[in-house]
């Protein structure tokens, strides 16, 4: 195997834990964690490859929360944001990215509820107008996770500097 292979797998294997654990520590504030904005700044950094510890990520939290049916839009609602950003043309000044990821990581929280809300009709069997009730009996929270997330952002910038020059070091 390949030195910079078995150094990726070392690398975002530690990222996806460094989410997991950062999303535990946290449980206590219902809502507000550090994953969006993690996200964001893989995806900034690694593009493509930061669907590795996205998915590393998902799978710890099924492994040690269960895999029941609220897991299941974990498959799904953590890409989402992922496509967002990669949608952010690389031309921009990495300041103007770091601002527009903190924006969509705020309404990646905001609609979290309606992400997740199809998932939940089919496997409840909610009609329409049951799913638009789980959506508007959620949507308290989905204000909590967008704040959460938008106050997280103010680290989007300074965590990508630092991981950029660790990168530029690791690779000389």
Not at 17 to 44: C, D, G, R
Not at 100 to 114: E, K
Not at 133 to 162: K, Q, R
């Amino acid at each position: 195997m390949k030195k910079s292979a078995i150094r990726d797998i070392i690398i975002f294997s530690m990222l996806g834990a460094i989410m997991f654990i950062s999303k535990m520590i946290m449980e206590f504030l219902p809502n507000i964690h550090a994953v969006a904005m993690f996200i964001a700044v893989f995806t900034l950094v690694y593009r493509w490859k930061a669907l590795i510890p996205i998915y590393i990520y998902v799978f710890l939290v099924g492994l040690v929360n269960g895999f029941g049916t609220w897991w299941y839009p974990y498959i799904y609602i953590w890409a989402v944001l992922w496509v967002f950003i990669m949608l952010i043309p690389k031309r921009l000044s990495i300041k103007k990215r770091a601002v527009i990821s903190a924006i969509l990581c705020g309404l990646h929280g905001l609609l979290y509820g309606i992400l997740y809300a199809p998932f939940q009709a089919l496997a409840f069997g909610l009609n329409f107008e049951g799913m638009i009730a789980w959506i508007v009996a959620g949507f308290t929270f989905d204000i909590v996770h967008m704040c959460g997330n938008i106050a997280m952002s103010v680290l989007i910038l300074p965590l990508y500097n630092v991981m950029i020059k660790l990168e530029n070091k690791s690779r000389l």
